[in-house]
């Protein structure tokens, strides 16, 4: 799992348990200009290889140290994993349908907190450039989320509200929703302006419902949104997601159909621009 992650990395394997090993990591972080841990707090200074250890060997080494809720506060030490820092960091409440539970968030949140992560060590990178002094970076993967939803939270610091879960619907937007295709496919389709709304009801045929008094503007659209809905998809469940596309973004509309990991793979507008490169490793040969 490791390899296809790094490919452009070396790497090394220690048994931090044994004192020699401890001392080929700190003759690394000699030669480095940043050092990073996911350890629970504590772990690393046990091991002798925190921050004040490494600064003894690197005095302006950049040292992130990632945890679940911070080397800081009551929840210090607690362990955590993806599905739970969507859960604390309030991502998790506002994913899902309102009908429904809310949506366990996996993988994806490892990577905004890695994103995050990457962010912080950059920053550290140019104050270093500026000071030469390195620093600790004390990373909160609960409060890396937190961040993404600043309008929620303000929402209800400010206005008392506390927003929940709304699907794919948009509160100016609509239609703004993911639609049923033929074969069990799905297209989104995506309408901002007055402008938008026209040239989709004229690409459709101007269908009589588009005329009803209901979505004579953006607020009754957005009023009315599962009526619309269903209209829409009665559209829509005549066509393949691709014709859907290409008959909406003819007319200005921003559709584009729901893809799976085989239609990635297989899509020409990604091939013709690259995207997918096959590498040649030493070791694993041609991916």
């Given at each position: 799992r490791i390899r296809p992650l790094n490919m452009n990395k070396m790497s090394v394997t220690l048994n931090l348990s044994q004192p020699k090993a401890v001392e080929l990591a700190k003759r690394i972080v000699q030669i480095s200009d940043v050092a990073v841990q996911n350890m629970r707090p504590?772990?690393?200074d046990r091991l002798g290889l925190g921050y004040e250890d490494l600064k003894k060997v690197k005095p302006d080494i950049i040292y992130l140290s990632s945890s679940a809720c911070g080397a800081t506060g009551p929840e210090k030490g607690y362990i955590g994993y993806a599905p739970t820092f969507g859960a604390l960091g309030g991502t998790?409440?506002?994913t899902g349908y309102p009908d429904a539970t809310p949506q366990q968030m996996m993988g994806a949140i490892d990577l905004r907190s890695?994103?995050?992560s990457a962010f912080a060590i950059l920053a550290a990178l140019c104050y270093r450039q500026?000071?030469?002094?390195?620093q600790l970076i004390d990373l909160s993967s609960q409060e890396t989320i937190s961040a993404l939803i600043g309008d929620a939270i303000m929402d209800y610091t400010m206005n008392g509200r506390n927003r929940t879960r709304k699907g794919n619907s948009d509160e100016v937007m609509a239609p703004h929703n993911c639609y049923r295709c033929l074969d069990g496919?799905?297209?989104t389709i995506a309408i901002a302006t007055e402008e938008e709304w026209k040239a989709f009801c004229s690409a459709i045929g101007d269908p009589d419902w588009t005329k009803d008094h209901r979505f004579s503007d953006a607020y009754g659209r957005?009023?009315?949104?599962?009526?619309l809905d269903k209209h829409v998809e009665e559209w829509t469940i005549n066509y393949t997601p691709y014709q859907v596309m290409r008959i909406l973004q003819k007319a200005g509309v921003a559709a584009f159909p729901s893809v799976n990991s085989k239609d990635l793979?297989?899509?020409?507008?990604l091939k013709e621009r690259g995207v997918f490169q096959r590498a040649d490793h030493p070791v694993m040969g041609k991916r």
């Open positions: 504590g772990a690393m998790v409440h506002l890695a994103a995050t500026r000071t030469g002094e390195g496919k799905w297209v957005q009023r009315n949104q599962a009526e793979s297989a899509d020409r507008h």
